[in-house]
């Protein structure tokens, strides 16, 4: 069974321009979650779906970031525009529901603003 | 909301020996405390991890303990081997807004084991 997908790995773009990272959650997992990872630190939670609903966005700088999750299955994450202190790693995961089931992470999308 | 602190930062220790991770957290109504690990180039993953009504769970030469009371809680691995090195994340959940449960992670402690 195929794990979290994410792509791409890795994306490096100028200042100002945008961005777009895709994710594919494993197959009948309704929960996904957006993490941006610094280096050195821990994930921190962007946004959090229900299916197609944001449940948690509290912490997603919606001046320039913006999420969508149309269907309920596959998410896109978008930054528009990015600054240098967006360059980190931004996770996906995705759980069978929100009451509290195993998350599994992908593999990442590490992002350089230059 | 939760806060959660994990020490050390990084961690070296020689093959078969003990590492031991700890973490605090602050707020009480967390009720889930998983543990990650996360080698280089991948995302974490899920080793371990204990409910709050549990003060100790093992699995082969990995274990957990909670202390509630004093809101804190351990990662011990024993016979350490090479392959055991990577970065390392504690966790507690608790309820988040909307009443979903939301996950608070450490700021990891990176491993290194010693051939």
């Known amino acids: 069974e195929a794990g979290v997908v994410q792509s791409p790995r890795y994306k490096i773009i100028e200042k100002k321009q945008p961005v777009a990272f895709w994710c594919n959650p494993i197959?009948?997992?309704?929960?996904l979650y957006w993490y941006l990872q610094n280096l050195g630190q821990g994930p921190e939670l962007l946004i959090r779906y229900e299916n197609e609903e944001a449940v948690d966005d509290s912490q997603l700088p919606k001046d320039r970031f913006s999420a969508e999750r149309l269907k309920g299955v596959d998410s896109t994450l978008k930054i528009q525009p990015a600054e240098l202190g967006d360059s980190a790693v931004y996770l996906c995961?995705?759980?069978?529901?929100?009451?509290?089931?195993?998350?599994?992470f992908g593999q990442g999308t590490r992002l350089t603003v230059v | 909301g939760e806060n959660v602190e994990q020490h050390p930062s990084t961690l070296s220790v020689q093959e078969g020996d003990s590492a031991v991770i700890k973490c605090t957290y602050s707020?009480?109504?967390?009720?889930?405390f998983p543990w990650y690990k996360q080698e280089l180039g991948k995302g974490p993953q899920l080793i371990i991890d204990?409910?709050?009504?549990?003060g100790e769970k093992k699995d082969q030469r990995i274990a957990v303990t909670l202390n509630k009371t004093a809101k804190h809680f351990s990662l011990h691995i024993t016979e350490t081997q090479p392959e055991d090195s990577a970065v390392y994340f504690c966790?507690?959940?608790?309820?988040?807004?909307?009443?979903?449960?939301?996950?608070?992670f450490g700021i990891g402690t990176k491993l290194q084991v010693i051939p």
């Open positions: 197959s009948g997992h309704n929960t």
């Open positions: 707020d009480s109504a967390s009720n889930y």
């Open positions: 204990i409910r709050s009504n549990v």
């Open positions: 995961a995705s759980s069978l529901d929100g009451g509290g089931t195993e998350a599994f």
């Open positions: 966790a507690a959940r608790t309820r988040g807004a909307g009443g979903y449960q939301k996950v608070t």
